[in-house]
């Protein structure tokens, strides 16, 4: 069974840092390239990092510099370490396969407020 659980998610302050987490079960995970994804209120979901079978990582621009994106394929997971939050970076962050999504998870929601 396809699954999806993305946690670490909290508030936080501007400036400040979180590392969520994903554990991904029902696919061959190691093969698949794997991202990290939020959808901020009224917004549409928007992709946000993204890394291949092979470690390569791309960013979206707003995140770049800032946010980095990790897998351990031992242990079919996924990471986003996001460092100097912004209040823009508040969201609800979501894990999926870049190409071909499967049934999204619940999310971890992020909020960064003083």
């Known amino acids: 069974q396809v699954q999806l659980a993305e946690s670490g998610g909290g508030l936080v302050q501007p400036g400040g840092s979180l590392r969520l987490s994903c554990a991904v079960s029902?696919?061959?995970?190691?093969?698949?390239?794997m991202g990290w994804y939020r959808q901020a209120p009224g917004k549409e979901r928007e992709l946000v990092a993204h890394?291949?079978?092979?470690?390569?990582?791309n960013y979206a621009d707003s995140v770049k510099g800032r946010f980095t994106i990790s897998r351990d394929n031992a242990k079919n997971m996924v990471y986003l370490q996001m460092n100097n939050l912004k209040p823009e970076d508040t969201a609800v962050y979501y894990c999926?396969?870049?190409?071909?999504?499967?049934?999204w998870g619940q999310g971890t929601q992020v909020t960064v407020s003083s």
């Open positions: 999926n396969r870049r190409y071909g999504p499967l049934p």
């Open positions: 029902g696919i061959i995970f190691r093969l698949n390239t």
């Open positions: 890394i291949t079978s092979g470690g390569t990582t």
